[in-house]
């Protein structure tokens, strides 16, 4: 364990260390552009610049390239450090734009921040800046804005080193340098491409769906785990903040989902996620059910819940088709509640791969498709692929069931989230939340639990899954 | 002569009265003469045709007189060929203190020098409090303020919103801040000519 020594400071820094790892380990901030913790060192951005004081006099390297060795003197604010610190940003917005308030990057930009921090003062060159494209189309999701760009590299390298595809980068020399892809590879196909607009330092990759769609300082995160697939990688899901909810614009914006970002996992996605991902509001945003229906005649909510109820206690042989979406909650709830009132229970796959999605490969996509298929099974079989003939009651709870398979004559309590022709031909059909409108977790198929929060209201009409099974198991009261 | 003992007063202008003052009645009858007096003068004013009170008539009647710096209604600025100056960089709705301001913004293709403009933009009267903070945050003069005020007075205050293009009816035939200058070629592409 070599100790160095920081700012005067000494610190106990791991033998494979850099200088900049051990500063940021122990709470020491050195600022950086092209460094990024996952990926390789590329060192041409230099904001990382810290003075190394030695006996024959000191001098200034990157400290992302430079490895720690025993009784090392290193100053990270040191006069030299900062005018270097100055000089450096002021070359790097050379030819940057300064389009700030157009910029969707703007309020979290690196370069603003350290511009802020660091530099303070406007461009000192006389000579006009270079132009050079703006908004290059990289992919049917990302549009690169080549002035904004500061070629830190980091989308170049994530594309070699974490997703592979090798679909980026550099072509020309100094300022006419651009990113592009490369000729035989399109980042159309690459499935994680979208990590690269969470990388890049500045504002030069954007993405395409959420393009002018609201400055990032008025939206706000809530944890949550995407449910794409049985990895449950931990997303961010940003909404707008209730201080700053919209009254004469589209009142919609006030609850969709702006954008979903990943949030830092090591112990299931690290920082990255696919792009399924991304589009979580392509699944949630989906045409709601939110009126409680007997046959296709609208009831109130709890004239539902009477007659589901009525039918679980009038079936002989009843059985449950649960969800793999549902949250670990609510699966404890479901059978704590009412798996004894069930001849038999099974577990049911919500969603198959879409047409065209990547099924499955070795980082992070799982091939089911489905957030909590590994919490459900702890408690309940495997449906089978026949339901057993003679039942004479069906729950189904979520998606995914074909009606047409059900056992015949056999009544149906469907608890459903979206529209779906189906809604109207149960027996009992109950509205019951989402994600987004409730608090839970899910189990991926590695047994990490990663709980979720809820970030928008449900309609009053809708009902909690969790709470909804307790009052189905409740016995024959007054209503009855 | 012993000096009369002090008296605090129960609150800070509570009024000092002679015993006339005390007996009331000729004091109220003295009011009521003054009162009476103006109503009068104003009334006869009125019904020969001129004005009597200082009251302005609003809103059939709006004054004259508005400071040259009032800040009255906000204008949006605009480009040569009629659109708005606004890059939808949404400075002015942060700043409000009222959160009056609300923008929605768009992307245009075809201009790659303004590729963001407002879709929408819309301001609500009913809860501005014309601080003028939107105008010195707008970085482009897309904003301003001029001297005189709104002129929708209503019973329903959801309704008072003023859109983009009530805010893009300002057109001045010459502004020395804004000159306007004609873009060669390119102002004829869209808007009014």
Redesign the interface.
Known sequence: MPEIFIDGQAIQAEPDQTVLQAALANGIFIPYFCWHPHLSVHGNCRICVVEVEAKGGSWLDISCNMPVTEGMHVLTDSEEVRAQRKAILQFVTLNHPVDCGICDKAGECTLQDYHFAYNGSPSISRDAKVHATKFFDLSKRIVLDNERCILCSRCVRFTREISKSHALGIENRADHSLVRPAEDRRFDDDPYSDNVIDICPVGALLSKQFLYKARVWYLEPTPSVCPGCERGCAVQIWHRRPEWRLNALDPRQNAEIARVTPLENPAVNGPWICNKGRDLARIFERARAEQPMLKGKPVELAAAIDAARRLIDEARHAVALVSNWGSNEELAAFKQALAGRFAASFVKRDRQPEPGERIEDDFLIRADKNPNTAGARALFDDAPAALPDGADLVLVWGEGCDFGRLPRGAKTVFLGSYLAPENGHADVFIPVSIQTERRGSYTNFAGTVSPFEPCFAKKPSVADAETLFAALAQRERATA | MTAKPFKRKAYWNEAELSWWERAYLFEILRGLGITGGVFMRNMWRWMTGRKGALTTYYPEETRPDYGRHNRGKHVLTQRPDGRAQC?????CA?VCPA?VI?I????D?DD?AH??YPS?F?I?YSRCVFCGLCVEAC??DAIRMVKEVPDFPGADRHRM?LGKEELLGWKPQSDVAKPYPAKAGGAAKRGPA
């Open positions: 890059i939808a960089c949404n400075m942060t959160k609300e929605d913004a768009a992307f293709p790659p590729p963001k929408r819309e609500d970085p482009e919103w």
